[in-house]
């Protein structure tokens, strides 16, 4: 079935559909991000906050977060399901040592692990607890997670334009 759009209404109806890409692409992120995040006390991973031209957040106070659930979008200056094209929506971390856990920043070096093998080394990546990150599996995670939204803007883009 197709759907008739009157020529004046093309642009409205153009900006409508990249607001709901955009506003789709900004929770994706989000979740990824959260669900790649390294978790020693938790609290990296329930300091991420979707700022809209802005990153003020500060994140959560020190503490032991560990089991918790990943925690829906934390909005700053953001109003979700309100998201407009020209905006520019971040996803932050402003953590003292986020930046260092995000890019991978070796942390204690290697330790020994009981897996398949009992002596495999494994490296394993800084969090302030001086516990094992290695489930973002070290440098490059974050952006792995650009690249993969990447792909699926484009894949959610042909999608959306081939709805009626």
Known sequence: ?????????????????LEQLLRSAVLQ???EVKAASPVDLGRFRLS???GENSAP???VPPGDYRGQPVPPPRPVGYAGGQERLG???????????????????????????????PTRTITTWGTPGGG???????????EQIAKDIQGWVRTEADRIGRQP
Request: overall charge neutral.
């Open 1 to 17: 079935m197709s759907r008739t759009i009157r020529l004046d209404q093309i642009g409205d109806y153009c900006e409508g559909k």
């Open 29 to 31: 992120t989000d979740s």
């Open 48 to 50: 991420w906050a979707i």
């Open 57 to 59: 957040f500060q994140g």
């Open 87 to 117: 905006n520019v929506y971040s996803i932050h971390n402003n953590l003292p040592y986020a930046e260092a856990l995000a890019r991978g920043s070796a942390g204690s070096g290697s330790r020994q692990a009981m897996r398949y093998n």
């Open 132 to 142: 094992s990150s290695v489930q973002t599996d070290g440098p490059g995670w974050i």
